[in-house]
Each structure stands twice: as C-alpha cells, then as structure tokens.
C-alpha cells in the first residue's frame, strides 16, 4: 500500500516554464488537495477536488490547473512558472467526510529561477 | 493563512520532559481540529484530533487540549523522545466546507538529550 505518492521529489524550472506534478493515491479517497509550503508558514491550499470531475480552488489558486479524470490521480499544473512559485508542494488525499484525517506525499521541491 | 515570517516558534525541551506545543485558531465556527507532525524531508503525519464538542483527548503519549472560548488548542506530548524532533502544525476545518483545512503556522520541537 503506497498511499500517496508524488513526482518528481524535486524540479527546477525557469522562468516562463510550464510542468505538472503528478500526485496518485491507492486508497480509492475521494478528496485530493494541493498545498504549497513556504519558509516559515504552514501549508496553504492550492486547490482541492471531492471526487472525479469535481475541482475547485482552494486559498491560493492563482498560477496553476488542476483536473481529477480518475479517482487515484490529481496532477498539478503550473502554466507559467514564476519565481514566486518556488516553494515545496504537497498532495494530500482524504474520505470526503468532514473530520476525516488527511494522508500527504512526500512533498515536490520546486525551484523556480 | 496569515504569513508569520520566516522564523518559526521554538520549544526546546530535555529528553525525558513533557512538551507543551500551542496553536491559536481563527474560526470560531471551526468544528475539527488536526495535529500534524512533519519531519524534515516529509510531508505532514497525522497525530491526533479532536472534535468541537470535546475539550480533551488522549491518545499514546499525547493529549489535545481545546478551549473554545479563547479559540486555543495544545499538544501536550508525555516523556519526550528525540523522536519526536519536528515541526507541529495545527489545523482548523469547518465542516459545512467539507474536508478543508486552514494550518497554522507551527513551532519547532526541539529534543536534547
């Protein structure tokens, strides 16, 4: 049992770049999110999905896409990268039910020049 | 999440010692609340929660205190290990949002032996 797992571990990028991190789960969760982790801060959503087909942005949506085609998969897109986007990214999945705790990946470092 | 700089809160503590680690939430409507430990090079691990209609929860070495009325929430770890040696963050969620979570910042638990 995997549980949540995200590629690449690590990722530079420059300027004007486009790229997207995969994040897949094997624990048939119906919620997936997106967090970016910054110096200093806690995690703030990127976007989230409740289910296949179903996205919607979270705190901080700006720069990047998200899709849900499948259960297991939520990649992230980012458009075109930014300096300010470098930051480590996590993916977390969860049942959809409110209280139900969150199991994350590993983390992307993502470096943007 | 509001940005507290770069500089994360401390708690150094001897080996052997209990911890305390403290989080202000924000919403006073929020009705779960999370603990996360993350270690360096990981993603955040599921500690321990704890329900609005609870003021106090004990699982294995930790306890989660909430006190609604001044919007705290504590960790108290028992007998600290160098283990346990990693950032803790809070997170608050809302349940009428589903499984979205607000993290708060976090403090670094340092254990000396």
């Known amino acids: 049992n995997a549980g949540v797992t995200q590629t690449p571990k690590f990722q530079v990028l420059k300027t004007g770049q486009s790229m997207t991190l995969q994040c897949a789960q094997d624990m048939n969760h119906e919620y997936m999110s997106w967090y970016r982790q910054d110096p200093g801060m806690g995690l703030r959503l990127i976007h989230y999905s409740v289910g296949a087909g179903i996205t919607d942005q979270g705190e901080v949506p700006n720069g990047y896409n998200v899709s849900r085609s499948t259960t297991e998969d939520f990649p992230l897109r980012l458009l075109s990268a930014a300096p300010s986007q470098t930051s480590v990214y996590f993916c977390a999945s969860s049942y959809s039910r409110a209280g139900q705790p969150q199991h994350f990946g590993d983390g992307t470092r993502l470096s943007i020049l | 999440g509001e940005s507290v700089g770069l500089h994360l809160p401390t708690l150094s503590v001897q080996e052997g010692d209990n911890s305390i680690i403290n989080c202000a939430y924000s919403?006073?409507?929020?009705?779960?609340f999370i603990w996360y430990k993350q270690e360096s090079g990981k993603g955040p691990q599921f500690i321990i929660d704890?329900?609005?209609?609870?003021d106090k929860r004990q699982g294995q070495r930790v306890t989660v205190l909430l006190n609604k009325t001044v919007k705290h929430l504590s960790l108290q770890i028992a007998a600290t290990q160098p283990g346990d040696s990693a950032v803790y963050f809070c997170?608050?969620?809302?349940?009428?949002?589903?499984?979205?979570?607000?993290f708060g910042a976090g403090t670094i638990l340092r254990v000396k032996s």
């Open positions: 704890i329900r609005s209609n609870m």
């Open positions: 997170a608050e969620s809302f349940s009428q949002y589903g499984n979205k979570l607000v």
């Open positions: 919403n006073s409507a929020s009705d779960y």
